[in-house]
Every structure is written in structure tokens, then in C-alpha cells.
């Protein structure tokens, strides 16, 4: 257990309904990243948060996903009218900025039917 | 652009006998890499991590990697596979002043035969 929690572990949704998922970081780490991973792939950056602000934002992340990460603590990531592309896992990671050494939550998988 | 390729996409070894997984970076900069392990239905766990301190890096289990600037490598090697050792391996190249974020190879999955 790396102290990283995310929620829920597993999601099925139907194509076209909003999910949200939940992460809760190590509590002194400042910087927050949500990542994405297919099967067979390895994860691919999705935006990372200092503190509360959200400072990058990867082209795979479409205008249906958001994120946010209200007083710099927990986030969440929201994919609306999800479609079958969204299936995958979604993991996320914290650090403290000066270490740069991510720690991993075990992951959310989604599927879309 | 900063990336990694990892040169095999499956592994298998016999227990006891030694591991090597192969990785390649490109970076326009001296980089940050990193070894990370996902067994099944558990999150990404650190193997090691290479910040130009030392060539050769010595990780958790028996792992440790050496970084090749002339040959641009940093394969991950230990002498004994172990049963445990059975999991997907990643090759992460971090870019420089982009705020942290890991980029991954495509993975190698290790297989130990008894």
C-alpha cells in the first residue's frame, strides 16, 4: 500500500453516462497527476495539479473530462457522455515536488458498454 | 521530445537464472529515469530511479539498472529471477522543467518458469 487511495475501484457505466472518480494523495504531497492506461500500453499522462492549481493538461484529455483538486487535496476526474474509447484504468499519483519519485494508487478501472 | 522504448514486449526466464529487460531512451537532456513494477491488480510500484549521481543504480529486490549515455540504454538486470519477480516492467523517462509528469514505455511482461 503506497498510501495513494483511489475510488472506485471498478466502474461499468453505460456509453453516454458521467462517471467520477475520486483520488486521495499522500497527504504532504503537493503535486497530484492522473494518468491513463490501455490494455497492453503503459500509462499516458492525462494533467497534473500543484496544490490546488492544475497546471497541464494532455491533448488526451478531451473537453469531456475535467478535473479538479479543491484546497490542494483530494481530486477527482469526471469523464461525461462516456463512451467505449473511455474504457481503460485510470490511476493516479502523488509527489512532493522536490523528490519527483510518483507514488501510485492501485488504480480505477472503467468500462463502458 | 523526450521517450523510451522498451526493446521486448515479453520476457521468460527459468527461476534462478538472470533477468534482463531492455530499455532505450531519447532525451535532448541528461534525464531523470526511473524502473517501475505493476503486478496484477496492484498499483505501479518505484523498482529505482537514475538522477546522473551514479551510472550504476541499485533498486528494491535485487534489480538495479546501469544508465549508458553513449549507448543511450538503461537496462534493467538481476542475477536471479525469483518466482515473485512476474509482472509487468516500465521504463520512465521524466522531461525536463515539465513539471514532473512520467512518460512510459509500452512495458515488458516477465515471466518466471519454475
Known amino acids: 500500500d503506497t498510501g495513494v487511495s483511489q475510488d472506485p475501484r471498478h466502474k461499468i457505466t453505460k456509453r453516454g453516462q458521467n462517471v467520477t472518480f475520486r483520488c486521495d494523495p499522500i497527504?504532504?504531497?503537493?503535486?497530484l497527476y492522473w494518468y491513463r492506461q490501455t490494455l497492453g500500453q503503459g500509462p499516458e499522462f492525462l494533467t497534473y495539479?500543484?496544490?490546488?492549481?492544475?497546471?497541464?493538461k494532455s491533448r488526451l484529455l478531451s473537453d469531456r473530462f475535467s478535473a479538479e483538486r479543491p484546497k490542494g487535496s483530494f481530486s477527482t476526474l469526471e469523464i461525461q457522455r462516456t463512451e467505449q474509447g473511455d474504457s481503460a484504468m485510470y490511476l493516479c499519483?502523488?509527489?512532493?515536488?522536490?523528490?519527483?519519485?510518483?507514488?501510485f494508487g492501485a488504480g480505477t478501472r472503467l468500462s463502458v458498454l | 521530445a523526450q521517450s523510451v522504448t522498451q526493446l521486448d514486449s515479453h520476457v521468460s526466464v527459468s527461476e534462478g537464472t538472470p533477468v534482463l529487460l531492455r530499455c532505450n531512451y531519447s532525451?535532448?537532456?541528461?534525464?531523470?529515469l526511473f524502473w517501475y513494477v505493476q503486478h496484477p491488480n496492484k498499483g505501479l510500484q518505484l523498482l529505482l530511479k537514475?538522477?546522473?549521481?551514479?551510472?550504476l543504480v541499485k533498486g528494491i529486490n535485487g534489480f538495479e539498472a546501469e544508465f549508458k549515455k553513449s549507448e543511450t540504454s538503461f537496462h534493467l538486470t538481476k542475477p536471479s529471477a525469483h518466482m515473485s519477480d512476474a509482472a509487468e516492467y516500465f521504463c520512465?523517462?521524466?522531461?525536463?522543467?515539465?513539471?514532473?509528469?512520467?512518460?512510459f514505455g509500452q512495458g515488458t511482461e516477465l515471466s518466471v518458469k519454475p
Open positions: 520512465v523517462v521524466t522531461p525536463w522543467n515539465q513539471g514532473g509528469k512520467l512518460i
Open positions: 497527504s504532504e504531497h503537493n503535486r
Open positions: 495539479f500543484q496544490n490546488e492549481a492544475q497546471l497541464e
Open positions: 499519483a502523488s509527489t512532493w515536488d522536490r523528490e519527483n519519485i510518483q507514488y
Open positions: 537514475y538522477t546522473s549521481a551514479a551510472t
Open positions: 532525451s535532448s537532456y541528461s534525464p531523470s
